[in-house]
C-alpha cells in the first residue's frame, strides 16, 4: 500500500487527511494518508526514514521553507519562490531522492484570477510566512504589483500595519491575508488593517478557509468589498499534489 502524509505542527486544522483518504476509498486506490505532527524540523528525516512505503508528502505552516535544505531537488517554481507544499519521494534501491514542488501557486492563480478587473493593479500581501511567497509569485505572474505588510518591517518591499494609510488602501486594491489570524477556533480575530477605508472595488483574499467567513472577509464585506476564502485553493493544489506524485 503505498502511503501520502503532511507535516506541520500543529495539524489540527489540516483537511488534506479526510479529502485523501475520501478520495483513496472512493476510487479504489490502495493508499493511505498520514497526519505527521512534527514539532520540529529536524524530525522530518526520521519520517521519511521510518515509513518505506511513503512516496508524498504535503507541506504546511511552519515548514514550507525550513524543509528545503532536507531536500535534494526544487523544481522551478518552487526555487523562485523559496516555498516548498509537494514533496515527491523517489525511492530506488535503498536510495531516497527527494524533490520538492509548490501547488499553491497553481491552486492561488487560478482561484483568484476570475475576481480580478482591470482596476485590481496592485495588492497588498498580509504576512511574510511561505504561503505569502507563493501568493507574491503568483500575482506579479498575473501582472501585479505586490507589497508585504507585517508587524515588522523586514526590507523595502515590505511595511507595517500602522504604515497603512488612505493612500496605500486606495492604490491597492487586493488584499491578501496570508496569516493565521483569524482561524477557528480564534475566530473573532482579524487582521488589524483599517476597514472603514474599503470600497466595493477592493478584494479581499483570505487562504483560511475555516470559518467559512472569517471575520476578515465579513468586515470586507460589510464595506462592499468582494470577498473568496481559501477553500478552492486548497481543493486545487490538492489536486496539482496529486498530479505530482503521480507523474
Avoid at 467567513?213 to 464585506?221: Q, V, Y
Wanted: hydrophobic share 40%; net charge negative.
Amino acid at each position: 500500500m503505498k502511503q501520502f502524509g503532511l507535516i506541520g505542527y500543529p495539524l489540527g486544522h489540516s483537511f488534506s487527511k479526510n479529502f485523501f483518504n475520501e478520495k483513496f476509498h472512493s476510487e479504489n486506490i490502495d493508499a493511505e494518508y498520514v497526519n505527521f505532527e512534527i514539532p520540529t524540523i529536524e524530525d522530518f528525516p526520521k519520517v521519511v526514514a521510518s515509513h518505506p512505503h511513503l512516496v508524498g508528502l504535503n507541506v504546511t505552516i511552519p515548514y514550507k521553507e525550513k524543509v528545503i535544505s532536507y531536500l535534494d531537488e526544487l523544481d522551478k517554481d518552487a526555487a523562485s519562490i523559496g516555498a516548498v507544499n509537494v514533496i515527491r519521494i523517489i525511492r530506488n534501491k535503498g536510495k531516497v531522492f527527494l524533490k520538492g514542488y509548490n501547488s499553491d501557486v497553481l491552486g492561488f492563480t487560478q482561484s483568484i484570477e476570475p475576481l480580478l478587473e482591470h482596476h485590481h493593479t496592485k495588492a497588498l500581501i498580509l504576512g511574510t510566512g511561505g504561503a505569502s511567497k507563493a501568493v507574491n509569485y503568483s500575482l506579479r505572474k498575473l501582472g501585479l504589483d505586490t507589497l508585504f505588510v507585517s508587524r515588522n518591517r523586514r526590507n523595502e518591499s515590505t511595511i507595517t500595519y500602522s504604515d497603512l494609510t488612505p493612500e496605500y488602501m486606495e492604490a491597492y486594491k487586493v488584499i491578501v491575508n496570508c496569516t493565521p489570524v483569524g482561524m477557528y477556533p480564534q475566530a473573532d480575530l482579524c487582521p488589524d488593517i483599517p476597514y472603514e477605508l474599503l470600497t466595493p472595488q477592493h478584494l479581499l483574499y483570505d487562504l483560511l478557509y475555516n470559518p467559512n467567513t472569517t471575520l476578515f472577509m465579513k468586515r470586507g464585506a460589510d464595506q462592499g468589498a468582494t470577498v473568496k476564502n481559501g477553500l478552492e485553493m486548497l481543493l486545487l493544489q490538492a489536486f496539482g499534489a496529486w498530479d505530482i506524485w503521480n507523474q
